[in-house]
């Protein structure tokens, strides 16, 4: 089974993780800027996230046998930060020029406060700058009032409806995301916000057509086999394997490809002796 | 390399697609410098990544890529706005922009006053920018200690130092010795070290680090003796 996990913050995962993953099928990921978990408060620390996403992160993919793509952009809780909003929306255009990058985003709401509507407003317009797709994050309270404010917000930045997923979608959300033209995204989590066998009636009620489905696997509780899970949920309740690859493999690769930036071969046989800028994933000296 | 050879070795490798937007991108950086913060990014993706020379190993650390040229002739578009860009383009670049910007030193008129770039490249332990640095911009500009220091992290971190540019005219005695002295302890330790240290050891040769290596012949380890054995078989062949 081949297996694209378009939302995966590989940065607070261990190698461990991504041996499991390359053996449950994954071979391309996307891993999309976002909060750590606490606030951020140097313009520094953005660039150096970005680079680490870019670089370390993309080579310590590649050790495992999978390509590594990121999104960038400022997520919407700290883009409540108002210094650090402007400071870090001007050195994106930097780094959204960059090789790997194939969206942007996590942008979209989270309390839904002017500043992040400020942001998600200026983000989208550099999407279309930069011709690339956008990844939308809904909030986890008052989701359906967020996600409407975000669908307004896609149409009034005249971006293409089909250059957008907005994700973290619920069987109360998808409708209406369907309805707009964008793509719908789930992120499969051990608990809440969505699980396998939900999305399994979410499929069957909604067909494969701009469904995507993801681990969002961070540093909370999350499991980054939750696509390889759905698959399993999909093939027990009776999906044939060609639509299976549709949801896990040809529709991220559908979305992402308009970037102009995926990569898609087979990364060659790993070698754990490697080095990125001179420091590599095995510890003690190298022969 | 000069610029005309440069111009004319990517007019051969790149696509015109490629040659196409670089001439875009030119124009665009001359007319406003800030342009090229998204341009210089860029440049891999729009001209490409290959060896600039058909057929030369990409694997070689001072094989100049397609890429590298494309970079160099974007900065040199911009003339003297260049220089305003170049220490934020290195600081926000990736691996290769910072390389663009290293082989780009010699071609603009800067003075010394890019030696704060050569400095931080030779400090990392990225070989790519390690080589990159050592051109003629180094040679020109780096204090004697400097650019004897930076010989010997060559060695250190594996950038074969045949490569390097002034490797051995601008060694100074105190660089032969350092060597030597490295050598010394590589073979106390049992190690190699590459054949290539002997072309700086040897034009300023050290009598005590010469005889401290030529003692190990006689050590009463066989490793050392061994390793002392290779080294100096080098010493022969490089001088033959």
Redesign the interface.
């Given at each position: 089974m081949r297996i694209f996990d378009p939302h995966a913050h590989m940065t607070s995962r261990t190698t461990d993780d991504y041996e499991a993953m390359a053996a449950s099928g994954v071979k391309v990921l996307v891993e999309p800027a976002f909060w750590l978990g606490q606030p951020r408060t140097s313009v520094g620390s953005f660039?150096d996230y970005f680079?680490s996403l870019?670089?370390w992160e993309r080579f310590r993919a590649a050790q495992f046998g999978i390509r590594h793509h990121c999104t960038i952009g400022l997520n919407p809780k700290e883009a409540n930060d108002d210094l650090l909003r402007r400071e870090v929306i001007d050195?994106l255009?930097?780094?959204?020029?960059?090789?790997g990058v194939v969206a942007v985003g996590e942008v979209g709401f989270d309390a839904m406060t002017p500043a992040e509507d400020e942001a998600l407003r200026e983000q989208l317009a550099l999407a279309v700058e930069?011709e690339l797709p956008v990844l939308v994050h809904t909030p986890h309270r008052d989701k359906a009032a967020g996600t409407r404010k975000t669908i307004e917000l896609v149409e009034a930045s005249g971006i293409a409806p089909e250059m957008v997923v907005i994700d973290h979608n619920n069987e109360l959300t998808v409708h209406e995301v369907l309805a707009s033209g964008c793509w719908a995204g789930f992120s499969i989590y051990p608990g809440t916000k969505m699980d396998e066998h939900r999305m399994v009636r979410v499929l069957e009620q909604h067909g494969p057509e701009r469904l995507i489905v993801n681990s969002a696997c961070d540093w909370g509780v999350s499991d980054p086999l939750k696509v390889r899970k759905t698959a399993d949920a999909m093939k027990a309740a009776g999906f044939d394997d060609d639509v299976i690859d549709h949801v896990v493999w040809r529709n991220p690769v559908e979305f992402f490809a308009q970037s102009g930036?995926l990569i898609l071969d087979d990364l060659a046989e790993a070698d754990l002796s490697a080095?990125f800028?001179?420091?590599g994933v095995l510890r003690g000296e190298r022969a | 390399m000069n610029l005309a050879e440069l111009s004319v070795a990517l007019e051969t490798r790149a696509t015109p697609e490629g040659l196409a937007w670089l001439r875009e991108a030119s124009a665009a950086v001359a007319a406003d410098a800030t342009a090229v913060r998204t341009r210089f990014p860029m440049a891999g993706r729009k001209v490409g990544r290959g060896p600039l020379e058909e057929g030369a190993d990409p694997a070689d650390l001072f094989t100049w890529t397609i890429d590298d040229a494309a970079r160099v002739l974007l900065l040199v578009a911009m003339g003297e706005a260049a220089e305003g860009e170049l220490a934020e383009l290195y600081r926000y670049g990736d691996a290769a922009e910072r390389r663009g910007v290293l082989r780009a030193l010699p071609f603009l008129d800067l003075g010394d006053r890019g030696l704060g770039l050569t400095d931080d490249a030779i400090r990392t332990n990225d070989t790519r920018l390690i080589a990159a640095a050592l051109g003629p911009y180094a040679t020109e500009h780096l204090p004697d200690a400097a650019y004897d220091q930076a010989v010997l992290k060559c060695v250190f971190v594996g950038v074969p130092i045949t490569g390097v540019d002034g490797v051995p005219a601008r060694v100074t005695p105190d660089g032969a010795r350092m060597l030597a002295a490295f050598v010394h302890e590589r073979v106390a330790a049992g190690r190699d070290v590459p054949a290539e240290v002997w072309i700086v050891i040897d034009k300023y040769p050290h009598a005590g680090e010469i005889a401290a290596i030529e003692a190990e012949l006689d050590s009463e380890f066989d490793d050392r003796r061994a390793a002392a054995q290779r080294a100096l078989s080098h010493r022969i062949q490089e001088r033959a």
């Open positions: 660039i680079n870019l670089g050195i255009p930097r780094f959204l020029a960059k090789d930069h930036r080095t800028e001179g420091s | -």
